[in-house]
């Protein structure tokens, strides 16, 4: 199967989706009452009737409904997403400025349950009933059950007035900004708490995942093949059963990433972190549609992207495929 | 066993025959009873709704009304404390269960009729049908759900109904993609071969010969669904979009949220009532998924 | 050689001498930088066709006005060095200081007085301000007189520097919209500093400008306004010494936390001019709102003393009627809807809405303004508990975002609202437009969204706006707020309550009825901070 091609398939496919997005979200937000220009008299601490019409002129909204959405079609196409009513910069430059903190953020979360996922399912699965393995599957239930806004606000608790040793809120120090490998220090100690509060919720699942799957693992065939063989015991797990072992759980981190999403507006509230999902709480308050498209259509593209990046990795790694099945 | 085996699903005919009758329920049943996950998270779910439901006989202050000073420490004036605005914590927990519970409910059903349905469709049918109801569960997948939930309630107001509408409609894909999966693996079968050539319908084929077979996933889909329903509630009221009109365990949590360094309590209670509820939720989900799918019971 | 020597002292003297008398001496404590946090990034920097906090705080440093105005609304000379009301009432004249020049060096004259007037007459929000004014004459050029179709007392009010900067005309007066004028991001004022710098989002500096017409000002060299959306890091940033200076904040608890910072100093004055009310608002032309009896007898259901006290935790002050609090125009003589429960249950039965069997006599709805929780939303849903008691069922409202609730509202589609509304100083400018009959308006927010009419009550506002005497004038409010609060369209509860934070070591701090909507060229440094 040749690979570029299918890429090209699913970004065709991916981009027609997008554009549905887009039209779907125009119309929906548009159907709301009342319109950006009250809130711009709102700020104003109240406008004239001539006021108001001038600044609906200005931004275009006295068109009908039809012609400013292929405007707003034709802008997109030229990567212009319009200008942000609340925050008078470009919507572009705002979701430039603010995206890399929740990369930041939903990244690492991802990395860090993948990894400890993977390791307390790995490790529980060598001897299911022991009390490892129980105590794994309970926090693993416990830790899907619990409300992520819960356990961040526990944790904002904790550190926050019982043992303040991490940082509770933004991103980086605003009183003595720091450069370099200081700055990096600097947010990755702003980063713990809501990256763990995040990753707890996937650390559950995956585990669970990673301990049904190594399980039946290492009770297969080619596993005691493999033993039998007289093969050291950490290559039989590290390469046979753990690369079988990760494949669903690849899958699964990938089709997750919406959700991951989600998480990440709810943790960025609690702990003010200057990301993507607190935007979308600003802009909805304040009717920013340019804003508030922008952003919906980009967690579309960031979930797409993420499904064909799980598509690939999980062709590359799945030898069956890569022998060539279709 | 070997890996490439598909997961293993009760034979066609062996957990429900053509003319279901008690007896497999039954069956069923017993097998949940002997699932010890299960079974507490069936006791704990019975106590909260039981509390829910009748507590508010037994604790009838309202959960809206002022009792006492702002931010009052549980203690004798309020067991469990009062919120920002002097409102009892208890009895916000105790009514407030209700409406969490309820919209719970009723979004996962919604969620499992709209899934089930498309994916029932798309499965069974093939061909352009399918290609348009997949594209239709696609689209609804990119779409982050929380985002579009909060986009959908902004625009059609704050109120409980609203609210489970609107997580009804963005849950819904995973439940499609399940049981389009079930459906594309069954139709196949003989069994179902057999049924088309003895002259039945495809009406009677959808309802009465695949789809029970294809159930025991969606069931267990579903009494997930609840918990996710719940946990996305608390969600919305968390981030200010909930029913201001009628007290919840995640208004609870949303209206005190800047206040957590004043009262610790204010939130706490609330948000362990939710991970109670789940827990127990998730519980009973792996006691029915043990029960439905004997073969894979000692993998957990 | 003696007289060589003699000579070059002499000339040493002298070079001395006129060195000493060019440079003004230099106090102790000119000079330094202080930052200001703001939550809220300005659209731009042309006060004159923009309102609001955002605009108002940069706009008063870059621009001069007429008159600037001090602690107790007394207008003080700024560009105009004297200024005279003719007899009739009918003109202004204005007379402007000769030394003033704008940051690129032309002088201000009377041109620009007159431009910039009738630029904010045309453009500004508030067309109420200067709607009285026909136009400006310059018989010289540094004389401006505004001639008036009508007294408008007003006007002096008008001319503070939020509400009328003076732009260059050679800048602004080239055909150009003025409200997406270039030039608007990039300012040319007369004010004490100029705009140096602008990182659109997150900072603006504003430096001193050299040849600003008061000597000796502006005391500062540098005015840095970093904008820090999330409030807790701008009280963070503030107690830890990386900002000077915290505007308008209103969260009790915040409040709370400041004044007992060691380093902080927390005042509330400087909001007198804007004269914010926070109060709840009545559609009085729905059933059973139109009945003036069942609005009295919510007034006195509302425990207004529980709200300030418990809820806001004292930190504001009791409203009682249109005008607010700190206005020298404010009647405090007015019924006060004290809380009593057992005469707003009198009222009820009297309007025909006895108890019902189960306890209640009618069911309203209430919204308010989203975002802005502690004042509007905890007290929508306090009053739900505490009408209650007297038999009214509320249903709370919520609105998502502004628009929604700023189309219900203004579209008459509610039973009663929470509302915060700015008197903006004279009542001419923001207390008329609530009361007017004139003024209801469909579609458009603030205006007389209660659909109140007393011709009465647009008698005296129309008679008090022309009224020159300042004691007829006062008379006549005095009787407008009387028949207002009994007519009760609106129950008043508080001033909202808005304080400013700045480093210890601050002095000359700006405390006027403007606050920081005002120059700040008085400001110094008298303990700087340790480097």
Same mark, same amino acid.
């Given at each position: 199967?040749?690979?570029?091609?299918?890429?090209? /398939?699913?970004?065709?496919?991916?981009?027609?989706?997008?554009?549905?997005?887009?039209?779907?979200?125009?119309?929906? %937000?548009?159907?709301?009452?009342?319109?950006?220009?009250?809130?711009?008299?709102?700020?104003?601490?109240?406008?004239?009737?001539?006021?108001?019409?001038?600044?609906? *002129?200005? +931004?275009?909204?006295?068109?009908?409904?039809?012609?400013?959405?292929? &405007?707003?079609?034709?802008?997109?196409?030229?990567?212009?997403?319009? +200008?942000?009513?609340?925050?008078?910069?470009?919507?572009?430059?705002?979701?430039?400025?603010?995206?890399?903190? &929740?990369? +930041?953020?939903?990244?690492?979360?991802?990395?860090?349950?993948?990894?400890?996922?993977?390791?307390?399912?790995?490790?529980?699965? /060598?001897?299911?009933?022991?009390?490892?393995?129980?105590?794994?599957? *309970?926090?693993?239930?416990?830790?899907?059950?619990?409300?992520?806004?819960?356990?961040?606000?526990?944790?904002?608790?904790?550190?926050?007035?019982?043992?303040?040793?991490?940082?509770?809120?933004?991103?980086?120090?605003?009183?003595?900004?720091?450069?370099?490998?200081? +700055?990096?220090?600097?947010?990755?100690?702003?980063?713990?708490?809501?990256?763990?509060?995040?990753?707890?919720?996937?650390?559950?699942?995956?585990?669970?995942?990673?301990?049904?799957?190594? %399980?039946?693992?290492?009770?297969?065939?080619?596993?005691?093949?493999?033993?039998?063989?007289?093969?050291?015991?950490?290559?039989?797990?590290?390469?046979?059963?753990?690369?079988?072992?990760?494949?669903?759980?690849?899958?699964?981190?990938?089709?997750?990433?919406?959700?991951?999403?989600?998480?990440?507006?709810?943790?960025?509230?609690?702990?003010?972190?200057?990301?993507?999902?607190?935007?979308?709480?600003?802009?909805?308050?304040?009717?920013?549609?340019?804003?508030?498209?922008?952003?919906?259509?980009?967690?579309? *593209?960031?979930?797409?992207?993420?499904?064909?990046?799980?598509?690939?990795?999980? /062709?590359? %790694?799945?030898?069956? %495929?890569?022998?060539?099945?279709? | 066993?070997?890996?490439?085996?598909?997961?293993?699903?009760?034979?066609?005919?062996?957990?429900?025959?053509?003319?279901?009758?008690?007896?497999?329920?039954?069956?069923?049943?017993? =097998?949940?009873?002997?699932?010890?996950?299960?079974?507490?998270?069936?006791?704990?779910?019975?106590?909260?709704?039981?509390?829910?439901?009748?507590?508010?006989?037994?604790?009838?202050?309202?959960?809206?009304?002022?009792?006492?000073?702002?931010?009052?420490?549980?203690?004798?004036?309020?067991?469990?404390?009062?919120?920002?605005?002097?409102?009892?914590?208890?009895?916000?927990?105790?009514?407030?269960?209700?409406?969490?519970?309820?919209?719970?409910?009723?979004?996962?059903?919604?969620?499992?009729?709209?899934?089930?349905?498309?994916?029932?469709?798309?499965?069974?049918?093939?061909?352009?049908?399918?290609?348009?109801?997949?594209?239709?569960?696609?689209?609804? =997948?990119?779409?982050?759900?929380?985002?579009?939930?909060?986009?959908?309630?902004?625009?059609?107001?704050?109120?409980?109904?609203?609210?489970?509408?609107?997580?009804?409609?963005?849950?819904?894909?995973?439940?499609?993609?399940?049981?389009?999966?079930?459906?594309?693996?069954?139709?196949?079968?003989?069994?179902?071969?057999?049924?088309?050539?003895?002259?039945?319908?495809?009406?009677?084929?959808?309802?009465?010969?695949?789809?029970?077979?294809?159930?025991?996933?969606?069931?267990?889909?579903?009494?997930?669904?609840?918990?996710?329903?719940?946990?996305?509630?608390?969600?919305?009221?968390?981030?200010?979009?909930?029913?201001?009109?009628?007290?919840?365990?995640?208004?609870?949590?949303?209206?005190?949220?800047?206040?957590?360094?004043?009262?610790?309590?204010?939130?706490?209670?609330?948000?362990?009532?939710?991970?109670?509820?789940?827990?127990?939720?998730?519980?009973?989900?792996?006691?029915?998924?043990?029960?439905?799918?004997?073969?894979?019971?000692?993998?957990? | 050689?003696?007289?060589?020597?003699?000579?070059?002292?002499?000339?040493?003297?002298?070079?001395?001498?006129?060195?000493?008398?060019?440079?003004?001496?230099?106090?102790?404590?000119?000079?330094?930088?202080?930052?200001?946090?703001?939550?809220?990034?300005?659209?731009?920097?042309?006060?004159?066709?923009?309102?609001?906090?955002?605009?108002?705080?940069?706009?008063?440093?870059?621009?001069?006005?007429?008159?600037?105005?001090?602690?107790?609304?007394?207008?003080?000379?700024?560009?105009?060095?004297?200024?005279?009301?003719?007899?009739?009432?009918?003109?202004?004249?204005?007379?402007?200081?000769?030394?003033?020049?704008?940051?690129?060096?032309?002088?201000?004259?009377?041109?620009?007085?007159?431009?910039?007037?009738?630029?904010?007459?045309?453009?500004?929000?508030?067309?109420?301000?200067?709607?009285?004014?026909?136009?400006?004459?310059?018989?010289?050029?540094?004389?401006?007189?505004?001639?008036?179709?009508?007294?408008?007392?007003?006007?002096?009010?008008?001319?503070?520097?939020?509400?009328?900067?003076?732009? @260059?005309?050679?800048?602004?007066?080239?055909?150009?919209?003025?409200?997406?004028?270039?030039?608007?991001?990039? @300012?040319?004022?007369?004010?004490?500093?100029?705009?140096?710098?602008?990182?659109?989002?997150?900072?603006?500096?504003?430096?001193?400008?050299?040849?600003?017409?008061?000597?000796?000002?502006?005391?500062?060299?540098?005015?840095?306004?970093?904008?820090?959306?999330?409030?807790?890091?701008?009280?963070?940033?503030?107690?830890?010494?990386?900002?000077?200076?915290?505007?308008?904040?209103?969260?009790?608890?915040?409040?709370?936390?400041?004044?007992?910072?060691?380093?902080?100093?927390?005042?509330?004055?400087?909001?007198?001019?804007?004269?914010?009310?926070?109060?709840?608002?009545?559609?009085?032309?729905?059933?059973?709102?139109?009945?003036?009896?069942?609005?009295?007898?919510?007034?006195?259901?509302?425990?207004?003393?529980?709200?300030?006290?418990?809820?806001?935790?004292?930190?504001?002050?009791?409203?009682?009627?249109?005008?607010?609090?700190?206005?020298?125009?404010?009647?405090?003589?007015?019924?006060?809807?004290?809380?009593?429960?057992?005469?707003? $249950?009198?009222?009820?039965?009297?309007?025909?809405?006895?108890?019902?069997?189960?306890?209640?006599?009618?069911?309203?709805?209430?919204?308010?303004?989203?975002?802005?929780?502690?004042?509007?939303?905890?007290?929508?849903?306090?009053?739900?508990?505490?009408?209650?008691?007297?038999?009214?069922?509320?249903?709370?409202?919520?609105?998502?975002?502004? @628009?929604?609730?700023?189309?219900?509202?203004?579209?008459?589609?509610?039973?009663?609202?929470?509302?915060?509304?700015?008197?903006?100083?004279?009542?001419?400018?923001?207390?008329?437009?609530?009361?007017?009959?004139?003024?209801?308006?469909?579609?458009?927010?603030?205006?007389?969204?209660?659909?109140?009419?007393?011709?009465?009550?647009?008698?005296?506002?129309?008679?008090?706006?022309?009224?020159?005497?300042? $004691?007829?004038?006062?008379?006549?409010?005095?009787?407008?707020?009387?028949?207002?609060?009994?007519?009760?369209?609106?129950?008043?509860?508080?001033?909202?309550?808005?304080?400013?934070?700045?480093?210890?070591?601050?002095?000359?701090?700006?405390?006027?009825?403007?606050?920081?909507?005002?120059?700040?060229?008085?400001?110094?440094?008298?303990?700087?901070?340790?480097?």
């Amino acid at each position: 199967m040749n690979l570029v091609a299918h890429v090209i /398939r699913q970004a065709a496919n991916a981009a027609g989706l997008l554009l549905a997005v887009l039209v779907l979200n125009f119309c929906l %937000i548009h159907l709301t009452p009342g319109d950006p220009a009250q809130v711009m008299a709102g700020e104003m601490g109240g406008a004239s009737p001539e006021v108001m019409a001038a600044l609906r *002129v200005k +931004y275009g909204l006295d068109h009908s409904l039809a012609e400013q959405l292929l &405007t707003y079609l034709s802008k997109v196409a030229t990567g212009d997403f319009g +200008y942000s009513y609340y925050f008078n910069e470009p919507v572009v430059g705002l979701i430039a400025q603010r995206l890399p903190a &929740t990369l +930041y953020l939903v990244l690492s979360a991802l990395l860090l349950s993948v990894l400890i996922g993977t390791l307390l399912g790995v490790v529980s699965a /060598r001897r299911p009933n022991g009390l490892f393995s129980q105590a794994v599957t *309970v926090l693993s239930l416990a830790g899907y059950a619990a409300p992520i806004f819960w356990t961040g606000l526990m944790l904002l608790l904790l550190f926050g007035s019982v043992w303040p040793v991490l940082p509770v809120s933004g991103m980086a120090d605003v009183v003595t900004p720091k450069t370099g490998l200081a +700055y990096a220090i600097d947010v990755a100690r702003h980063l713990v708490l809501p990256s763990s509060t995040l990753a707890l919720v996937f650390i559950a699942q995956y585990s669970r995942l990673a301990r049904v799957n190594m %399980i039946d693992a290492l009770a297969a065939d080619y596993v005691r093949t493999a033993r039998a063989k007289g093969l050291p015991e950490y290559v039989v797990v590290g390469k046979h059963a753990l690369r079988n072992t990760l494949i669903p759980i690849v899958t699964v981190a990938g089709l997750q990433f919406g959700q991951l999403f989600a998480g990440a507006v709810l943790v960025e509230t609690i702990f003010s972190w200057p990301g993507m999902g607190r935007l979308v709480f600003e802009s909805i308050l304040r009717r920013d549609y340019p804003t508030l498209l922008a952003i919906l259509f980009f967690s579309a *593209v960031l979930v797409m992207a993420a499904n064909i990046v799980t598509d690939l990795v999980y /062709r590359l %790694i799945d030898p069956r %495929i890569r022998s060539g099945a279709p | 066993m070997s890996r490439t085996e598909k997961p293993a699903m009760p034979e066609p005919g062996s957990v429900l025959p053509a003319t279901p009758t008690a007896s497999p329920a039954m069956a069923a049943l017993r =097998q949940f009873a002997r699932s010890p996950s299960g079974v507490i998270g069936a006791a704990v779910l019975l106590t909260l709704v039981a509390i829910t439901a009748f507590g508010p006989f037994f604790y009838p202050i309202d959960p809206l009304d002022i009792v006492g000073a702002p931010f009052t420490a549980p203690g004798a004036d309020a067991w469990l404390g009062t919120d920002y605005l002097g409102r009892d914590e208890l009895a916000g927990l105790i009514h407030g269960g209700r409406a969490t519970l309820t919209v719970g409910a009723v979004a996962a059903v919604i969620t499992i009729v709209i899934g089930v349905t498309i994916g029932a469709l798309g499965g069974f049918f093939g061909g352009a049908i399918a290609a348009l109801l997949g594209k239709i569960t696609e689209f609804f =997948q990119i779409l982050p759900p929380l985002l579009f939930a909060m986009v959908l309630v902004t625009l059609f107001g704050q109120t409980l109904t609203t609210i489970t509408i609107a997580i009804g409609a963005v849950s819904w894909p995973t439940a499609a993609r399940l049981t389009r999966a079930e459906f594309l693996r069954l139709r196949g079968l003989d069994f179902v071969k057999a049924s088309r050539a003895a002259g039945a319908g495809n009406g009677h084929l959808i309802l009465r010969v695949v789809l029970p077979n294809a159930l025991p996933p969606v069931i267990v889909a579903a009494t997930l669904a609840i918990g996710v329903a719940i946990l996305f509630e608390g969600g919305l009221s968390f981030l200010g979009l909930g029913d201001p009109n009628t007290m919840s365990w995640g208004l609870m949590i949303g209206e005190n949220r800047n206040y957590v360094l004043d009262g610790w309590w204010t939130v706490t209670f609330p948000g362990a009532a939710i991970f109670v509820a789940v827990l127990a939720i998730s519980l009973i989900g792996d006691g029915i998924n043990d029960a439905l799918n004997p073969r894979l019971r000692r993998r957990s | 050689m003696s007289s060589i020597v003699s000579k070059l002292a002499f000339a040493l003297t002298v070079t001395l001498a006129a060195a000493a008398l060019r440079a003004l001496p230099a106090r102790a404590g000119d000079g330094g930088t202080v930052v200001i946090a703001t939550t809220q990034a300005p659209r731009h920097f042309n006060g004159a066709v923009q309102s609001g906090l955002a605009t108002a705080l940069p706009s008063t440093q870059i621009f001069a006005s007429p008159l600037r105005y001090d602690d107790n609304w007394n207008p003080k000379p700024y560009l105009a060095e004297s200024w005279q009301t003719a007899p009739d009432g009918l003109s202004i004249t204005l007379k402007l200081v000769k030394n003033a020049v704008f940051h690129d060096g032309h002088p201000v004259t009377s041109e620009d007085v007159a431009f910039s007037i009738m630029a904010i007459k045309a453009n500004h929000p508030f067309q109420s301000m200067l709607a009285a004014v026909e136009k400006v004459d310059t018989p010289d050029p540094y004389t401006a007189v505004i001639r008036l179709s009508y007294p408008h007392p007003a006007l002096l009010l008008a001319m503070s520097p939020a509400l009328m900067p003076i732009l @260059p005309k050679h800048i602004y007066g080239d055909g150009q919209d003025l409200k997406s004028h270039p030039a608007n991001l990039k @300012p040319v004022g007369s004010g004490p500093f100029r705009l140096t710098d602008y990182k659109q989002g997150e900072y603006y500096t504003l430096e001193k400008f050299d040849r600003f017409f008061i000597p000796g000002r502006p005391r500062l060299d540098k005015i840095v306004v970093r904008i820090i959306s999330d409030p807790n890091a701008a009280l963070v940033s503030l107690e830890r010494g990386d900002v000077n200076v915290l505007p308008f904040v209103t969260g009790v608890r915040d409040i709370d936390r400041l004044e007992k910072t060691p380093n902080v100093y927390v005042t509330s004055k400087g909001f007198a001019g804007i004269g914010a009310l926070n109060w709840l608002a009545f559609n009085t032309r729905k059933k059973p709102l139109d009945d003036v009896r069942v609005r009295q007898a919510i007034g006195f259901a509302a425990n207004r003393d529980f709200i300030i006290n418990k809820l806001m935790g004292g930190k504001a002050t009791a409203a009682t009627g249109p005008i607010a609090p700190g206005s020298p125009l404010a009647e405090p003589d007015v019924e006060a809807y004290k809380f009593d429960l057992a005469r707003a $249950e009198q009222l009820l039965d009297a309007a025909g809405y006895p108890k019902k069997p189960d306890g209640s006599r009618l069911s309203l709805t209430i919204d308010y303004i989203p975002g802005a929780d502690e004042q509007q939303r905890n007290i929508a849903e306090y009053l739900r508990s505490q009408l209650k008691r007297a038999g009214i069922n509320l249903e709370v409202r919520a609105a998502a975002d502004f @628009p929604t609730w700023a189309q219900r509202i203004s579209t008459y589609d509610f039973d009663m609202t929470m509302d915060t509304v700015f008197n903006w100083g004279d009542p001419v400018i923001g207390v008329d437009r609530t009361y007017l009959s004139s003024n209801i308006r469909k579609g458009i927010i603030w205006s007389n969204t209660q659909q109140y009419s007393n011709p009465k009550v647009d008698e005296l506002l129309a008679a008090a706006a022309r009224e020159t005497s300042p $004691e007829k004038r006062k008379a006549l409010y005095s009787e407008f707020q009387k028949i207002v609060v009994s007519d009760a369209p609106i129950f008043y509860i508080n001033a909202t309550p808005y304080y400013n934070a700045f480093s210890k070591g601050l002095s000359g701090l700006p405390t006027t009825i403007w606050g920081l909507m005002s120059p700040l060229d008085e400001l110094y440094w008298e303990t700087p901070p340790k480097t």
